[in-house]
């Protein structure tokens, strides 16, 4: 695993990004129908630094906030998943980003968004104004194509942590292709394949994929993204496939890929929310700690299924030696394991756990 030769890393990641206060409602149904909303906490790179931190690694989350009451909660709440929040940085003139959404699964029509982020705080930052040391003295930089699309200098800010340097991290970005965040005029697909393809370790779903640049298939998105060192294509229902570079590129050819597909687990679904970023957060868990391949990718399941498994984006991973103990499964056994409600809290002979 790379990491800076000038810098002493600090942290395990730093997660850089908008996170925003969510208002989730009380009962299902339109947003102009719900009657009242309860108050928490969304942000793709900050779900991942909350995951990882709860997960035992030392995780720092870059941010801007305004100088308001949603930003102090914003913070509180982030720090008291053990996230350190030293770097996150207030604004005076522009407010923290709010956001509104109903229960349902956000695939289907129904699923009803409302953001009031336009002129946020984050939509600030800039190359000039994020607190650099931070960002570098890391093992990993974990950024997302979500922070490209909020402003001009955001996108400013990403193409210059992805530059080539010699203090550089291993830099994890997640494609979190979102059509809606971005402008008239800006060409989002290429402005994502781009970075993509500037980064160490990618994550992509494979109908996102073929919806910003129009491939379709594991070895149609690898021909696209032909230079990060490990791309985990993230295909729903049918698992992840991992292309994992060997090797180097020669006069003889290109560099070669391991090529490791891993099943998804049956999962009692409570909402459909949060389960990208746990993925990432235990894929990364498991790089972290130089895991094989599979158990990178199953340690991402897991985490996923923590997720899915409670009503809301965040929630505590199972113990480590727990989930190491799943991750080790025989794939016979990993493909009959079964998760629901309280598997996380498991001792391995909870009724939620099954093998069917």
Same mark, same amino acid.
């Given at each position: 695993?790379?990491?800076?030769?000038?810098?002493?890393?600090?942290?395990?990641?730093?997660?850089?990004?908008?996170?925003?206060?969510?208002?989730?409602?009380?009962?299902?149904?339109?947003?102009?129908?719900?009657?009242?909303?309860?108050?928490?906490?969304?942000?793709?790179?900050?779900?991942?630094?909350?995951?990882?931190?709860?997960?035992?690694?030392?995780?720092?989350?870059?941010?801007?906030?305004?100088?308001?009451?949603?930003?102090?909660?914003?913070?509180?709440?982030?720090?008291? +998943?053990?996230?350190?929040?030293?770097?996150?940085?207030?604004?005076?003139?522009?407010?923290?980003?709010?956001?509104?959404?109903?229960?349902?699964?956000?695939?289907?029509?129904?699923?009803?968004?409302? +953001? +009031?982020?336009?002129?946020?705080?984050?939509?600030?930052?800039?190359?000039?104004?994020?607190? +650099?040391?931070?960002?570098?003295?890391?093992?990993?930089?974990?950024?997302?194509?979500?922070?490209?699309?909020?402003?001009?200098?955001?996108?400013?800010?990403?193409?210059?942590?992805?530059?080539?340097?010699?203090?550089?991290?291993?830099?994890?970005?997640?494609?979190?292709?979102?059509?809606?965040?971005?402008?008239?005029?800006?060409?989002?697909?290429?402005?994502?394949?781009?970075?993509?393809?500037?980064?160490?370790?990618?994550?992509?779903?494979?109908?996102?994929?073929?919806?910003?640049?129009?491939?379709? =298939?594991?070895?149609?998105?690898?021909?696209?993204?032909?230079?990060?060192?490990?791309?985990?294509?993230?295909?729903?229902?049918?698992?992840?496939?991992?292309?994992?570079?060997?090797?180097?590129?020669?006069?003889?050819?290109?560099?070669?890929?391991?090529?490791?597909?891993?099943?998804?687990?049956?999962?009692?679904?409570?909402?459909?929310?949060?389960?990208?970023?746990?993925?990432?957060?235990?894929?990364?868990?498991?790089?972290?700690?130089?895991?094989?391949?599979?158990?990178?990718?199953?340690?991402?399941?897991?985490?996923?299924?923590?997720?899915?498994?409670?009503? =809301?984006?965040?929630?505590?991973?199972?113990?480590?030696?727990?989930?190491?103990?799943?991750?080790?499964? !025989?794939?016979?056994?990993?493909?009959?394991?079964?998760?629901?409600?309280?598997?996380?809290?498991? !001792?391995?002979?909870?009724?939620?756990?099954?093998?069917?």
């Amino acid at each position: 695993m790379s990491g800076s030769a000038a810098r002493t890393a600090t942290a395990d990641v730093v997660c850089l990004g908008e996170s925003m206060v969510t208002f989730l409602p009380s009962q299902p149904g339109r947003l102009a129908d719900v009657p009242s909303f309860g108050r928490g906490i969304g942000g793709a790179e900050s779900n991942v630094a909350c995951a990882l931190a709860a997960a035992g690694h030392r995780s720092k989350w870059v941010g801007r906030v305004g100088a308001d009451g949603f930003g102090d909660h914003l913070v509180d709440a982030i720090a008291g +998943y053990g996230v350190d929040t030293s770097a996150v940085r207030r604004d005076p003139d522009r407010p923290t980003g709010i956001y509104f959404r109903t229960s349902t699964d956000r695939a289907t029509d129904a699923h009803e968004v409302a +953001y +009031y982020r336009a002129g946020s705080a984050a939509s600030a930052m800039s190359p000039h104004n994020v607190p +650099y040391d931070d960002l570098l003295a890391t093992r990993v930089l974990h950024l997302s194509g979500i922070t490209a699309a909020l402003s001009a200098d955001c996108l400013a800010l990403l193409h210059d942590l992805t530059a080539a340097r010699d203090d550089r991290p291993l830099v994890s970005f997640d494609v979190n292709h979102r059509p809606g965040l971005w402008r008239e005029g800006e060409t989002g697909p290429e402005v994502l394949l781009d970075l993509a393809r500037r980064s160490d370790l990618v994550f992509v779903g494979e109908d996102e994929a073929e919806e910003a640049w129009g491939v379709h =298939g594991t070895e149609a998105i690898r021909a696209a993204l032909p230079e990060p060192d490990v791309l985990v294509v993230k295909r729903g229902s049918d698992g992840v496939t991992v292309f994992s570079r060997t090797g180097e590129a020669t006069a003889d050819g290109p560099a070669r890929d391991t090529v490791t597909t891993v099943p998804s687990l049956r999962v009692d679904v409570v909402a459909a929310v949060g389960a990208g970023d746990a993925f990432a957060a235990g894929f990364l868990s498991a790089t972290l700690r130089d895991l094989p391949v599979r158990d990178r990718a199953r340690h991402g399941h897991l985490m996923a299924a923590a997720v899915l498994t409670v009503p =809301g984006d965040l929630t505590g991973p199972p113990p480590r030696a727990y989930a190491d103990r799943l991750a080790a499964l !025989d794939d016979e056994a990993w493909g009959t394991l079964r998760l629901g409600p309280g598997w996380t809290v498991a !001792d391995g002979a909870n009724e939620e756990v099954r093998v069917t």
